[in-house]
């Protein structure tokens, strides 16, 4: 039987998780519950129904499809319509009801999908990866979630010559880490926060097994690009970067430093999933700001033997935000 996983998304065209034209492949199930996480559709692993309202015209179906009752009805009070919604409490995500929705107010998020249909997606753009330097990223969710999957993608893109790139969030078996890790041509890990109580209250897990991988890459001769999201009054202190950038100085694995602006983008995909987002009304860092925490990284980065303001020997920069 061919090895399969559940992923939610491939994307093609993407710039901004890798150089160049890149196609990402989304999986679906993450450890972490961070509170800024902008695809909570991937966080758990199983196949979920995710409602919008908006696309809603009334027209019934997925009342009838539903073999649980979870439907509810869309009549208002005194003739007046309003969208059918899911009662989270009785759907199982069975999908019967995104199966029969024409106008998807009502989707099906994750599928199983096998290796080769996934390296079929990933062959349409072969053209763009060679003209742009680009290749294939493998994001989430965390791909070490289904780390067999993960590294068979990685064998059959390497075996066709297609460049590769895998973020993490770093929280796995360090033999699956290391492994997957070997296979690929870059490799984006993580770090949040620091202080590992303010990593459980923000994550809901503990950083001390995420750092100590991030560290024993170095026995694997592993290079690594550290990501670290700002999140204004979480990790957005000129300590916490100084902090961050002190560590990737001390460890020679780490080859760039890129610090990601919050955004709120992926707010309305928690109200599709019915879920709280707790930073809602949450502004962006603005661009002195930003300019100011990445000076600071610079400063503490320039202590590294061989780095250079501005130089390639140690780059820190800032790019696009991701959840």
Not at 283 to 292: E, F, N, T, W
């Amino acid at each position: 039987m061919p090895l399969s996983g559940l992923i939610f998304d491939i994307q093609r065209f993407s710039i901004h998780d890798g150089p160049g034209i890149r196609t990402v492949v989304f999986f679906k199930g993450c450890p972490l519950r961070c509170a800024w996480c902008a695809n909570p559709e991937s966080q758990r692993m199983q196949p979920e129904v995710a409602d919008s309202a908006d696309n809603c015209i009334g027209c019934g179906d997925c009342l009838t499809a539903c073999p649980r009752g979870a439907i509810r009805d869309a009549t208002g009070g005194e003739g007046r319509y309003r969208p059918f919604s899911i009662d989270r409490a009785m759907c199982d995500d069975c999908g019967r009801c995104a199966d029969v929705c024409m106008p998807e107010a009502k989707r099906l998020i994750g599928r199983q999908v096998t290796v080769e249909e996934v390296m079929a997606d990933v062959r349409k753009d072969t053209v763009f990866y060679r003209s742009s330097g680009g290749g294939v990223t493998l994001s989430g969710g965390e791909p070490l979630s289904q780390p067999a999957f993960t590294s068979a993608i990685l064998d059959a893109c390497r075996r066709a010559g297609i460049p590769t790139a895998l973020e993490t969030c770093g929280q796995a078996a360090f033999d699956d880490l290391a492994s997957v890790c070997a296979l690929a041509d870059d490799i984006y890990f993580d770090v949040k926060l620091l202080d590992d109580d303010a990593h459980r209250r923000w994550t809901g897990v503990s950083n001390e097994h995420i750092l100590e991988n991030l560290r024993r890459l170095g026995e694997c001769e592993t290079e690594v690009i550290v990501r670290s999201p700002l999140i204004p009054g979480c990790n957005d202190g000129e300590r916490d970067v100084r902090s961050l950038a002190r560590l990737c100085a001390e460890l020679p694995q780490v080859r760039a430093l890129e610090l990601l602006p919050y955004h709120g983008f992926g707010e309305h995909k928690y109200q599709r999933l019915q879920r709280d987002y707790s930073l809602t009304g949450m502004l962006a860092l603005q661009s002195g700001d930003v300019d100011r925490l990445l000076a600071a990284a610079h400063e503490e980065l320039g202590q590294r033997a061989g780095f250079e303001e501005g130089g390639e020997a140690f780059p820190c920069r800032v790019v696009a935000a991701f959840g």
